[in-house]
């Protein structure tokens, strides 16, 4: 079973002590999904929250525009709204893209430096409004046997947003979007920095695996997911109103999952922190 941490009794409002930013790290070292419930923040307050867990990445999806953004883009707005604040219309080009968040993934492994934290703000959460989903990849990883982590352990595969989008049949790119979108390498295996713990770094941005033959890659990588998504290995959260939840993108993957997107509204808006650094050398441009 996969349980997160949970704590209650810090404001997130308020500006963190340095113990209360070293008790949510020991809890996301330990849990690697940490639950503070209760926490009622505007923008402002999100920001500087998120501060304490690194420096921040640009949340919008590459290729988008300022003048399509609701949110400043240092936010992933993860709402079904559109730009004025109404529910987002069946061909918005914003809900399209979004529709990927419903295929298990970890946020920004399509980034040179990929994500360390993400941290999600439930603003408005409908009691018939989704849940999210997430999974261990530590024990995941653990689980495999030692024939497929010998395999396994130097394999670098390539990761863009074209590849979860074109899962679904998602094509149409502009050229300076193709560009922003353009396959970054990591590890397939990677040891967390404090914990020391391996995990898989799985995400549904993966296309290929260096040096294999493509079908054959995403079989496996399939095959990858497949075992790492089992129930033992996951946590379903269910949402109440001002959850403020948080994950390491390092150790986990998560997915949201279907609701009624085009009648009921759903506001939570996400922060994400940059890691260490890439994970393995990229190839130049
Ligand atoms: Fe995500």
């Known amino acids: 079973?996969?349980?997160?941490?949970?704590?209650?009794?810090?404001?997130?409002?308020?500006?963190?002590?340095?113990?209360?930013?070293?008790?949510?790290?020991?809890?996301?070292?330990?849990?690697?999904?940490?639950?503070?419930?209760?926490?009622?923040?505007?923008?402002?307050?999100?920001?500087?929250?998120?501060?304490?867990?690194?420096?921040?990445?640009?949340?919008?999806?590459?290729?988008?525009?300022?003048?399509?953004?609701?949110?400043?883009?240092?936010?992933?707005?993860?709402?079904?709204?559109?730009?004025?604040?109404?529910?987002?219309?069946?061909?918005?080009?914003?809900?399209?893209?979004?529709?990927?968040n419903r295929l298990w993934h970890t946020d920004a492994s399509f980034r040179v430096i990929p994500a360390r934290y993400s941290i999600l703000s439930g603003r408005i959460v409908p009691a018939d409004g989704p849940d999210t989903e997430f999974a261990d990849m530590r024990t995941a990883y653990d689980a495999l046997d030692a024939r497929t982590k010998a395999e396994i352990e130097d394999l670098v595969c390539e990761h863009s947003l074209i590849y979860s989008r074109g899962q679904l049949g998602f094509t149409e790119f502009l050229p300076d979007e193709r560009v922003a979108m353009k396959p970054v390498r990591q590890r397939l295996v990677r040891t967390h920095p404090v914990t020391g713990r391996k995990s898989l770094f799985l995400a549904s941005h993966i296309g290929t695996i260096v040096g294999w033959p493509q079908p054959e890659a995403m079989a496996f990588i399939r095959d990858l997911i497949e075992?790492?998504?089992?129930?033992?290995?996951?946590?379903?959260?269910?949402?109440?109103?001002?959850?403020?939840?948080?994950?390491?993108?390092?150790?986990?993957?998560?997915?949201?999952?279907?609701f009624d997107d085009l009648n009921i509204v759903r506001d939570v808006r996400r922060t994400t922190t940059k890691s260490e650094g890439p994970t393995v050398q990229q190839v130049a441009a």
């Open 1 to 100: 079973m996969f349980t997160p941490g949970r704590i209650t009794d810090i404001d997130a409002r308020r500006s963190l002590t340095p113990a209360e930013v070293a008790r949510i790290e020991a809890s996301m070292d330990a849990h690697a999904v940490t639950i503070l419930p209760g926490q009622n923040i505007d923008d402002e307050q999100q920001l500087a929250f998120s501060r304490n867990f690194g420096p921040l990445e640009d949340g919008a999806n590459s290729g988008a525009r300022d003048r399509d953004l609701r949110l400043p883009v240092v936010f992933a707005d993860v709402s079904n709204l559109d730009r004025d604040g109404k529910i987002a219309a069946r061909e918005n080009k914003k809900r399209m893209a979004a529709l990927a």
């Open 227 to 258: 075992h790492a998504t089992q129930p033992q290995f996951v946590y379903v959260h269910k949402w109440t109103q001002h959850d403020l939840a948080m994950w390491d993108n390092r150790a986990t993957m998560h997915r949201v999952r279907r």
